[in-house]
């Protein structure tokens, strides 16, 4: 019994509403939430041109070493989950990400 007591008062006082809470049906509650994000336009645009300089540098990268970045990188397979979808070996998958990585890092340092 002290149980089934110590639950009722618990819920008396976690699943109450606040009184000081007023509901107003003619503002929802999406409306209420504030935007963190600062959007500014430049910055747009820049992260913009900086997504075109990787599908560019991309687009240039040979065809196993593009299926592992991307695998790798973008999706967040671990080593033995994209040696499985490559039907190849880890230590394969290994040296195809470390290509790309280099790669990659040089294509996007010689765009600055």
């Known amino acids: 019994m ?21 509901e107003d049906e003619s503002e929802s509650v999406i409306d209420t939430i504030v935007d963190d994000k600062n959007e500014n336009p430049a910055e747009i645009v820049a992260r913009a041109q900086d997504i075109n300089r990787v599908l560019d540098a991309l687009a240039m990268m040979p065809l196993r070493q593009r299926q592992v970045f991307l695998l790798r990188a ?39």
């Open 2 to 22: 002290d149980w089934h007591r110590a639950q009722t008062k618990q819920r008396r006082w976690f699943w109450q509403v606040p009184a000081n809470v007023v």
């Open 74 to 112: 973008w999706e967040g397979f671990d080593v033995a989950s994209t040696a499985s979808v490559m039907a190849c070996s880890e230590g394969s998958v290994k040296t195809h990400y470390f290509r790309a990585l280099q790669f990659m890092r040089t294509q996007l340092l010689l765009g600055e």
